[in-house]
Every structure is written in structure tokens, then in C-alpha cells.
């Protein structure tokens, strides 16, 4: 049965620094992986998909990294900014079927 | 385009009341997920349906809950005699192909049951 899990549970930062968050998956045998981003009461963006056999994406400020052999998955935020502050979900789908199974996620907040 | 689109966005029920959680998926999609975030914890996945099949629900609880998307209107979450332990966020997600691409998420209902 894969799990999720992602380090830190939360994460306070000010505003400017460079962080990381962290995913790590139990069962290396994925499609893709996915990170989100979750506001108070909203729903779930979607920030960034790598595919299984690819090792990173960028969009902006973000990057993310897939090491699917050690089954982790790490996002990179640039120069962070207030308007990051959110619940940041990392969710893998497996090569098994089309679920998606997520972290309980990383609470940010940036100060300012 | 118009989102995933789920309504109603907040529900309030009475234990053993019935709810009836509605999702419109993006246009041109015709995969339709079901997730559930109970207060505190991850989202878990509930159900998988293309039109007229369920796909996979293997994360459906094995009572009082069933979902369909019928060949025309929106897919729908329904919970019988719903219980104070059902009060949960209740996100539904499209994609056009089941694989390989991105699913779309909805905003969410948030059921309370009293």
C-alpha cells in the first residue's frame, strides 16, 4: 500500500528565504507525481507534474525534483512572498491505476 | 473554460438526513474523481468513474455511500443517513484521459452534519 509522507508538518518562514519542502513515497512504482497548493477553504492548483521518467520541473519561482529509485520528491520555492503562504500537498498517482494518494501537506507561512 | 465546478459549496445535514454532493467536470473531460478530507488529516481518494461506469472504488466506505456520472449532468456523491463522522470536505477532480494527465480539482463541498 504506497504512502505519503511530507517533512515538514509546517514551516514559518520570512519573506525572501529560499525553502524546501519535502515528499517521500513508500512504493517507487509511480506514473507521476504532483504537487498542489491549498488555500483556507478552497480548493486544490496544481503547481507543478513530473512525469516518472523525468527528474524536475519548473514554473516560476518553483522547481521540483523526482528521485524515483529512493522515492522522493523534493519542492524548491524562490524568494518566497507572502502570497505563498498555503498548504503545499504532494500526491503520487501509481502505475496501477489512475488515484491519486496524497500527503497530509506542509502548512507555509511567510512573513513579511 | 469553466473549472470543475461542485455544488452545493457548503451543506449542513441532520444525522440520518441524506446528501447529495454534486460535480461538474471541466467540459471535454469525462473522468471523474472523488475525494474526501476529513478535518485534520489528507485527502483520501473515494471513487473513480468514467461516464455510466465506476471505475475503481475501492476508497468507498462500504455503506450508506455511492456515486455515479450518469451519460448526461453532473456526477453525484450520495450519502445516506448521514453521521456526525461523514463532516468532511468532499473534493471532486476531472481529467480528460485517466493516465497520464493532470486532475482538475474542484473547490470543494463542506458537509457538517449536526
Known amino acids: 500500500k504506497q504512502e505519503v509522507t511530507q517533512i515538514p508538518a509546517a514551516l514559518s518562514v520570512p519573506e525572501g528565504e529560499n525553502l524546501v519542502l519535502n515528499c517521500s513515497f513508500t512504493d517507487s512504482a509511480i506514473y507521476n507525481l504532483q504537487w498542489f497548493r491549498q488555500d483556507p477553504g478552497k480548493g486544490l492548483t496544481s503547481l507543478l507534474l513530473?512525469?516518472?521518467?523525468?527528474r524536475e520541473q519548473t514554473s516560476g519561482r518553483l522547481n521540483a525534483s523526482l528521485d524515483k529509485s529512493s522515492g522522493r520528491s523534493t519542492l524548491y520555492i524562490a524568494a518566497s512572498q507572502p502570497g505563498d503562504s498555503a498548504t503545499y500537498l504532494c500526491?503520487?498517482?501509481?502505475?496501477?491505476?489512475?488515484?491519486?494518494?496524497f500527503g497530509e501537506g506542509t502548512q507555509l507561512t511567510v512573513n513579511p | 473554460n469553466a473549472g470543475v465546478m461542485q455544488n452545493p459549496r457548503h451543506l449542513v445535514r441532520r444525522r440520518g438526513q441524506e446528501a447529495r454532493l454534486r460535480c461538474s467536470p471541466m467540459k471535454g473531460h469525462s473522468h471523474v474523481y472523488w475525494y474526501r478530507q476529513l478535518p485534520e488529516e489528507g485527502l483520501k481518494f473515494m471513487v473513480y468513474?468514467?461516464?455510466?461506469?465506476?471505475?475503481?472504488e475501492s476508497g468507498m466506505p462500504k455503506e450508506r455511500f455511492s456515486a455515479e456520472f450518469p451519460k448526461e449532468g453532473p456526477s453525484i456523491l450520495r450519502i445516506q443517513q448521514v453521521v456526525r463522522g461523514d463532516s468532511a470536505a468532499y473534493f471532486c477532480a476531472s481529467s480528460p484521459l485517466a493516465a497520464t494527465d493532470t486532475q482538475y480539482f474542484g473547490p470543494g463541498t463542506r458537509l457538517t452534519v449536526l
Open positions: 468513474l468514467q461516464k455510466e461506469n465506476i471505475i475503481d
Open positions: 500526491a503520487v498517482r501509481e502505475t496501477s491505476g489512475s488515484r491519486l494518494t
Open positions: 513530473i512525469q516518472s521518467s523525468q
